[in-house]
């Protein structure tokens, strides 16, 4: 037997079938390009397998690619079709006319129900050949089996609900060992568990008064809140009847697992939906997209036609039913062709597929319209069956001797113009979002409707998601009496455009702004001003101009902006858009112009330019002072005081006295806080303390010190500054710091003897004869104008210089000498004394005088004796090498040797001293070879005090015991850079 799936032969489907409906040609969406193919391939295509089975096929049906097909010889091929060459023939229990009723196969393809004529009902899963009996279903001719759909064990097949031709309903769980459960329990106890109509002898019947047969059965679960109950919904179909049962059921129920559902319709009260017209049979389909959890929709061959709908588990369709958007789907009927009815059908998302004995017809669920029709030749039989694999979503039909395997090609592709024609936009656009000029046709006209039912907001929003004419559309909103949806429509086209269309975004700003100022302008002028809405259309405007992209066009053509406001009048959001871009300038001026100062400075403070702080602080200065000098040291170290002079200078001493003190406290708060040192700052804050506040100035003068590199005002300026407003304490002092102490203390008589006498005490304690003087001044100014001969006689123990004969002669003539008696006295004993203290220094000199001779005359006659051993201290050589110095501490040195220690620690001018002494020493000593024999005396003179002079440089005192070794103690024993390298010598 040859392979199914090995061989295909390619019939010409077009000679054979009638495509019943033309192709919907889509128009060309404004600014696209049809690149369609004139020929499309159609949704459906037929072919043949070439496969001839050894007898008449019967029964074929697919699930999960396992295809089984049953002969008219019982005998079962059952095949895998990723493995079409490994193929299974399983044969039946033969009895005599006994032939396959129905064959049943679960989604998974495991496991499969025979149903014979004879009322004997077989199990196979699929890992057993050897088909076994449903003994408690002997006598019961299975019309329909509703698999459960959460079952995924290849052993058992769970829960399932099996429908006879008698109208009655069970329930079983079979397993591959062989035995089957009928509900747990024996036939009998079942029928008493499930016995829900008046005749105690009959189980559930649908048909109740006659017996009809089920022909459909479905079951599944659906969404529930609860944690100890499932709850499921099941479809039972008969010739004429379409039932419903929506139920709980527990979860920790024995079995049977339905019957606590089906209780629930004891009293009769079962769902259902009756259609006249019955042809003794029909067939119920489900429909379940591959990787869905939930069935989606259902179809219902019956009399009258394919009865139709979605499945709803959200409960929105009733608490009894689960079925939504249900119609009659009529059978497509040709005048000339007789009346036939189905055989059988299949579902797929937007498709039934109808078999007839000879031919295939495909209808829309959509649009209700044939779309396809196949008519089969006499030679390939008459058809007998159709099924589809509801995992693989592939459809098979056959007769008796063929087998035809449908191929569907993109079913959706014209789903969105039937959806479109239904003015259904939504599902519409879901259909065509791969193909924008499809996705564009929606949307045109989805804004058209819109139109046309008077929601322009919203049409103008799909209007601008098209590619439709921008002039055509807006011509059209234009002519609207409001202009809220132009307003849109503009905006949304604004938003799809790239950054780099400057241009258009550029036009469409500036008319959008057009747009909302005339809006603002008309509501102005009918009072609306205060209204919510105007104030809602305002703020709409200002968040426009504050979009990033539109904020960025407006900046960069910011005096159209502002010409566009400015014609309309429109201060406030004038002022609003300066401040968005920034403008301060412009804002401030405007503040300043209505004399709103306390505005203009609040925009001042909201930015960062400290230029703009500057130029606009002299005239705040002016009216708000207290407030301006509040910002200016809120900015603290960001504002430089200097600049802020002008602003400063402003004071009118006769007009603002409060500006001036503001400006005393900004100036100390630089000063104290900020420690500037500007002189400018320093000499402008003496001055407004000359003017205002003299009490303290003095304070300032004596924070600021007596050293005058540290003093940061101008002594000139304070000079005159203070002389002017006659502050003689000021000056005073400002004249000791620059030194002029005459001057000083000439003014400080003027004010008190005591500052005088302070004064007078301020030179260097060196520059007696400077002091004697002031403090002359002093005693003559008491004398002559004072008149105070005792308070004069006191300067001679307040001044240690001053004696009683440098004060007599400013002492009038009539003075007695009563007044100054002491004082002479004291004196004369004071010369006495001084005079009996040169005498013992003197006597103390001449001892001196005499020791020291003596101490020559020795050290004339003293000696050392030098071996011929003995080597320098400096540099451990022989010391007889070379010329050589010898100290009284026996210290004995090479001279260049001694020269060389000594160097480093002598004075830069003594280093070129001594240098320039070695010059000439080498000179002489060279010019004295070449001129043996000749006499030089004056040269030898000059080479010996060249000489002298040498020595007292260098060899002064000994190296190691003299002064230079102790002033030496805190030098480090290695210079900085022979650290590292001593360093690495040790290492």
């Known amino acids: 037997m040859a392979s199914i799936l090995d061989q295909y032969e390619e019939e010409s489907a077009r000679a054979t079938s009638i495509s019943s409906v033309t192709p919907i040609q889509v128009p060309i969406g404004p600014g696209y390009i049809d690149a369609r193919t004139d020929l499309d391939t159609p949704i459906f295509s037929k072919k043949k397998i070439n496969f001839k089975p050894s007898d008449p096929l019967t029964h074929v049906v697919v699930s999960s690619n396992f295809l089984v097909m049953a002969m008219s010889n019982n005998l079962l091929l059952r095949l895998d079709l990723e493995h079409p060459d490994q193929q299974e023939e399983i044969e039946l229990p033969k009895a005599s006319e006994d032939k396959v009723y129905r064959l049943f196969l679960d989604p998974t393809g495991k496991h499969l129900i025979i149903c014979m004529e004879s009322t004997e009902n077989l199990y196979l899963s699929r ?171 259902f179809a219902w061959m019956t009399g009258p036609g394919v009865y139709h709908g979605e499945i709803d588990v959200s409960g929105t369709a009733g608490p009894q039913s689960v079925t939504v958007n249900t119609k009659l789907i009529r059978y497509p009927r040709d005048g000339d062709e007789k009346s036939q009815n189905p055989l059988s059908m299949v579902m797929t998302e937007f498709h039934v597929l109808l078999l007839f004995p000879d031919r295939l017809k495909v ?33 098979w039909a056959f007769t008796g001797q063929s087998i035809f395997k449908y191929k569907v090609t993109r079913e959706a592709r014209d789903v969105w113009q039937m959806y479109l024609d239904k003015n259904e936009f939504e599902l519409a656009k879901e259909y065509c979002r791969d193909n924008v000029a499809q996705l564009d046709r929606v949307l045109t006209k989805q804004a058209e409707y819109l139109f046309e039912k008077g929601e322009y907001q919203e049409s103008a929003m799909m209007y601008a998601q098209t590619q439709n004419s921008f002039e055509e559309i807006a011509l059209k909103f234009i002519k609207l009496d409001g202009k809220d949806a132009l307003k849109s429509f503009i905006q949304k086209k604004l938003s799809a455009l790239r950054p780099q269309d400057k241009t258009q975004i550029t036009m469409l700003v500036t008319w959008l702004i057009e747009i909302f100022l005339n809006q603002l302008g008309e509501m102005k002028e009918q009072g609306q001003d205060e209204s919510d809405e105007y104030r809602k259309v305002q703020e709409e405007f200002r968040m426009f101009l504050a979009q990033p992209k539109n904020k960025e066009c407006v900046s960069n053509n910011r005096g159209v902006v502002y010409d566009l406001i400015a014609s309309h009048g429109d201060v406030e959001d004038m002022v609003f858009f300066a401040v968005l871009m920034r403008d301060f300038e412009k804002v401030i001026t405007h503040h300043i112009q209505h004399d709103n100062y306390k505005g203009a400075l609040g925009q001042l403070s909201k930015q960062t330019d400290t230029e703009l702080v500057y130029k606009f602080s002299p005239l705040l200065m002016q009216y708000i002072p207290k407030e301006t000098v509040s910002l200016w040291i809120s900015l603290r170290d960001n504002l430089e005081p200097i600049k802020l002079i002008p602003a400063l200078v402003q004071y009118d ?25 500007d002189q400018a700052i320093h000499n402008y804050l003496l001055s407004l303390y000359a003017k205002l506040k003299p009490d303290q100035l003095m304070t300032y003068l004596n924070i600021q010190g007596t050293d005058e590199d540290t003093i940061c005002y101008d002594l000139k300026y304070a000079l005159r500054l203070c002389a002017e407003h006659g502050h003689k304490k000021a000056c005073v002092h400002i004249y000791s710091l620059m030194g002029l102490y005459e001057e000083a203390v000439d003014l400080a008589l003027q004010v008190d003897v005591e500052l005088a006498k302070q004064q007078a005490d301020k030179p260097d304690e060196d520059d007696n004869d400077l002091r004697k003087k002031l403090w002359l001044r002093i005693a003559r100014h008491v004398v002559e104008e004072e008149k105070d001969v005792k308070r004069a006689m006191e300067f001679l123990h307040d001044c240690e210089l001053l004696k009683i004969e440098d004060i007599l002669p400013f002492f009038p003539d009539f003075v007695t000498i009563d007044h100054f008696k002491d004082a002479i006295v004291t004196s004369l004993q004071e010369y006495n004394h001084h005079i009996e203290q040169l005498k013992e220094e003197m006597d103390d ?22 071996s011929a051993t003995d080597k320098c201290a400096a540099c451990n050589f022989p010391l007889m090498a070379r010329s050589f110095y010898l100290f009284p501490c026996h210290h004995k040195f090479h001279s260049d040797c001694l020269i060389g220690e000594v160097l480093p620690n002598l004075t830069s001018k003594k280093r070129q001293r001594v240098e320039e002494l070695q010059r000439k020493v080498a000179e002489n000593e060279d010019s004295r070879a070449l001129s043996v024999g000749v006499r030089g005396d004056n040269s030898t003179d000059k080479s010996k005090d060249t000489k002298a002079e040498l020595d007292d440089l260098v060899a002064s005192e000994c190296i190691y015991c003299g002064d230079l070794m102790v002033r030496s103690i805190d030098q480090p024993f290695l210079d900085e850079g022979d650290e590292d390298l001593v360093l690495s010598g040790w290492l």
């Open 127 to 297: 890992n057993s050949r050897k088909p076994r009996s449903i003994g408690k279903l002997k006598g019961h001719l299975v019309n329909a089996v509703a698999w459960n759909l959460q079952n995924t064990n290849e052993n058992t097949t769970g829960a399932i609900l099996l429908g006879t031709s008698r109208g009655l309903i069970f329930e079983t769980e079979l397993t591959d060992s062989g035995d089957s459960r009928f509900f747990q329990g024996s036939l009998d106890q079942y029928l008493k568990q499930f016995k829900l109509l008046v005749k105690s002898d009959e189980l559930f019947n649908l048909a109740k008064d006659k017996i009809v047969p089920i022909t459909g059965l479905e079951f599944d679960r659906m969404p529930s809140d609860s944690m100890t109950e499932y709850k499921y919904y099941i479809l039972a179909t008969t010739p004429g009847r379409l039932y419903q049962f929506v139920g709980n059921v527990s979860k920790s129920t024995d079995p049977p697992l339905f019957q606590q559902l089906f209780m629930q319709y004891e009293s009769g009260a079962e769902q259902f939906l009756e259609l006249p017209g019955e042809f003794g049979y029909s067939e119920l389909t489900m429909y379940r997209p591959r990787h869905a959890k939930c069935v989606k929709s």
């Open 363 to 395: 209808m829309c669920v959509l649009n209700e319209q044939l779309i396809y029709e196949d008519v089969f030749p006499d030679r390939f039989g008459r058809l007998l069956g159709l099924c589809s694999d509801p995992v693989k979503g592939t459809i």
């Open 653 to 677: 001493h006769n007009k603002n006295r409060e500006q001036g003190n503001e400006a005393i406290k900004y100036l100390e708060f630089c000063i104290e806080q900020l420690d500037n040192k």
């Open 845 to 866: 000199a001449t001892k001196s005088a005499e020791e020291i001779r003596k101490e020559i005359q020795s050290f004339r006659n003293k000696y050392a004796f030098v």
